[in-house]
């Protein structure tokens, strides 16, 4: 079990969770500002060596806090002027990688019409391109489109130094499409995140392999299904799983899909909803319905009251008129 806690952060004030290290896929999701982005940018520190530095440079001051424990190891850290550790144990360091939101995530890093420019040289010089792993080629066609050999012909620049060399930060995909080569940033923008994403994906395939780890490894993962259609989420939930099951895989995921959510068990779930006295509370287990309770509609409720029995009912029913609190007879 890992243990994490956060203290004076950002909008969170105090936050504990202890969440399942363990082959799987785990959902974090609650409304927007609870604190997702925040609490997966600090579960980033246990596979990004300089993740505290470099994301959280200026945030936080000397009340600030963040404590890990797992496997009978505890790391603490705290700011002042920069981030330090208050222990004197061993760091904790997990093979695996975090891709992050639109601020911090690298699907993003990219995203510069300026670059159109330099896209079309490229295009002019098809012998910097190599035909795309096989294993994003499948993936990303049986995803959006339940067709693994879509995307044949799908190409990539051949190394990243030549991608540099154009002003790119990651290494840019091509498609070639009936005969015209199409950009990844051409693609349409479920196209252009997920195909990020999976090539990720493939270079900490390649890495754990070449590396000879067989230990569990981390995967997390900001706001994953960005601008996916519902049964393309469907279909990347299913795709998380067979990753985790085949390569040893712990993924966390913060998610609103009401598609993902609705495929995972209870146990699996961890749902954050900040208090009337502005505490945040996890609700773990959780299921699907309470969840996603306020998705289906702009208005969802701040409580729900389970109760026995009728005469219960009516009695808490009275008392919230009486308030002139909005109830629902459901």
Not at 165 to 188: A, V
Request: net charge positive; proline share 3%.
């Amino acid at each position: 079990m890992l243990e994490v806690k956060i203290e004076k952060l950002k909008g969170i004030d105090k936050i504990e969770l202890s969440l399942p290290f363990e082959k799987g896929v785990f959902a974090v999701c609650g409304g927007n500002g609870v604190g997702k982005s925040t609490l997966f940018t600090v579960l980033s520190k246990l596979v990004y060596k300089g993740a505290l530095t470099s994301y959280f440079r200026n945030e936080g001051n000397n009340q600030t806090k963040i404590t890990f424990k797992l496997e009978g190891k505890t790391n603490i850290w705290t700011k002042s002027l920069n981030w330090t550790r208050d222990d004197e144990g061993d760091e904790i360091k997990l093979n695996g990688f975090f891709e992050g939101s639109l601020i911090y995530g690298n699907r993003f890093s990219d995203a510069d019409k300026k670059l159109l420019r330099n896209v079309r040289e490229i295009k002019k010089k098809p012998n910097l391109l190599k035909d795309a792993e096989e294993f994003i080629v499948k993936n990303l066609g049986s995803i959006l489109r339940d067709d693994t050999d879509y995307y044949k012909g799908l190409k990539v620049i051949k190394t990243k130094k030549i991608a540099e060399s154009f002003g790119f930060k990651s290494i840019p995909y091509f498609w070639n499409s009936r005969g015209d080569l199409i950009s990844q940033m051409s693609m349409s923008s479920g196209e252009y995140l997920l195909i990020s994403l999976l090539h990720f994906i493939n270079q900490r395939l390649e890495y754990t392999k070449k590396n000879n780890i067989d230990h569990l490894s981390l995967i997390i993962l900001d706001e994953m299904e960005l601008a996916l259609h519902p049964s393309a989420q469907n279909r990347l939930a299913k795709f998380l799983k067979e990753l985790s099951n085949n390569h040893n895989f712990c993924i966390y995921f913060a998610t609103h899909s009401v598609q993902i959510i609705s495929q995972l068990p209870p146990s699996s779930i961890f749902f954050l909803e900040t208090l009337y006295n502005e505490t945040i509370q996890v609700v773990n287990p959780c299921y699907p319905a309470y969840a996603t309770r306020s998705m289906y509609t702009p208005d969802g409720f701040d409580f729900i009251f389970l109760v026995e029995d009728t005469l219960a009912k009516k009695i808490i029913e009275n008392c919230l008129k009486g308030r002139g609190v909005n109830t629902s007879s459901m």
